[in-house]
């Protein structure tokens, strides 16, 4: 998921490479919850693009239980 989306997201958001993002995916691979942080001076505007964008995205079914997932984009 984050090979085929992630490089297009960034892009399409206006930012550079930089995000620390945690997500909750719940079983079926739908996610729940996402976090955005960055070190760079970003606006918030772009970290809400970031967190909006993988939010729709379908992870990996994590199974019976939430899963926490924390990435680099």
């Not at 892009?11 to 691979?29: E, L, P």
């Not at 996402?34 to 993988?54: E, P």
């Amino acid at each position: 998921t984050l090979a085929s989306n992630g490089a297009a997201l960034v892009s399409q958001c206006g930012g550079q490479r930089g995000y620390h993002v945690t997500a909750y995916v719940q079983s079926g691979g739908r996610v729940i919850a996402v976090g955005v942080a960055t070190q760079s001076n970003d606006t918030a505007a772009q970290l809400d693009c970031i967190a909006t964008g993988v939010s729709g995205w379908t992870m990996p079914d994590p199974g019976s239980y939430p899963a926490k997932v924390s990435f680099d984009l």
